[in-house]
């Protein structure tokens, strides 16, 4: 006869002080003008530091004494702020590169998806486009004087080009990557294809094409500049070169600081109307892009 067993059930392991009811520890976040007054400290750090140089005639392994002084380009900027040709130049820049990356942006984007959706048309087009990708934009440059009347129209021409490929290119891994779940699902609830390229491709694929987007804008303004230099009458390219061939050394930085600034903004008009089009995603640190705190989200109840 043997012995009644028992059963023992194992007890629980102590649990740590203050685990229970415990969360990840969350980010650390900046309060906005934090962040705005980090931004601000650390432009006005390097133009200290280019005052600095330049005016103390620093020639270690950079030479900064010919180097024009940040108040002298200051001073100089300030002075062309208040001509009709400063202003005349800017437009002029800012319509070539409006005009190129439209065409661009819907082209690319119609182009991409064309490639990634249809067989027929990867095997006609891609061959193409994969020779001619590598191609510089600015190495067209003779090809757009020979096949355009007018300059204008081939300055144009480069910068569609310089902002297509990056567009295309982008689109079409985007529009690759979706899973084919979701566009069984439109097929099966019976949507057509108009249907699912609508509501299925063109959103899925919304994040790469703004990525795209976000780099072409940048490369359009290397080669604007680049055309214009070269054979432009007017813009800021243009100037800035010829400020280059009188040695007008503080022209010269006027032109590298408007071309920085146009290109800071028009990148960050990208990138705020991609947030709009894309508020359906989720955020994982709505700090880092907005600088308001993400909001506090409810955690599960523990028993």
Request: glycine content about 10%.
């Amino acid at each position: 006869m043997s012995a009644p067993t028992s059963s023992v059930r194992p007890r629980p392991a102590p649990e740590a002080p203050g685990a229970r009811g415990a969360t990840a520890p969350r980010p650390l976040r900046r309060r906005p003008w934090v962040r705005y007054a980090l931004r601000a400290a650390s432009l006005l750090a390097a133009l200290g530091l280019w005052q600095s140089l330049t005016v103390l005639d620093v020639n270690l392994w950079l030479r900064f004494a010919q180097f024009p002084s940040a108040t002298d380009v200051v001073r100089e900027f300030a002075d062309r702020l208040g001509t009709g040709a400063y202003w005349q130049d800017l437009t002029d820049s800012l319509s070539r590169i409006l005009t190129g990356f439209a065409l661009a942006a819907v082209l690319g984007v119609a182009v991409g998806t064309a490639i990634a959706r249809s067989p027929l048309v990867s095997d006609l087009l891609g061959p193409v486009l994969e020779v001619c990708r590598p191609i510089p934009a600015i190495a067209l440059v003779p090809v757009a004087i020979l096949m355009f009347p007018s300059n204008e129209q081939g300055i144009v021409f480069i910068t569609f080009t310089a902002a297509f490929f990056p567009v295309m290119v982008s689109t079409r891994h985007a529009v690759r990557a979706l899973a084919p779940v979701w566009e069984e699902a439109v097929l099966t609830m019976g949507g057509g294809r108009g249907r699912v390229l609508v509501s299925v491709v063109l959103p899925g694929a919304l994040p790469g094409i703004l990525g795209g987007l976000s780099v072409g804008i940048g490369v359009s303004w290397i080669c604007v500049i680049s055309a214009e230099m070269i054979s432009g009458a007017y813009g800021v390219g243009y100037r800035t070169w010829q400020d280059y061939t009188i040695v007008d050394y503080p022209g010269v930085f006027v032109g590298m600081t408007t071309i920085g600034v146009l290109g800071w903004l028009t990148s960050t008009a990208v990138e705020l109307a991609g947030r709009r089009l894309t508020r359906w995603l989720p955020r994982t640190d709505r700090t880092e892009t907005t600088g308001r705190p993400a909001p506090a989200r409810k955690e599960a109840a523990t028993p």
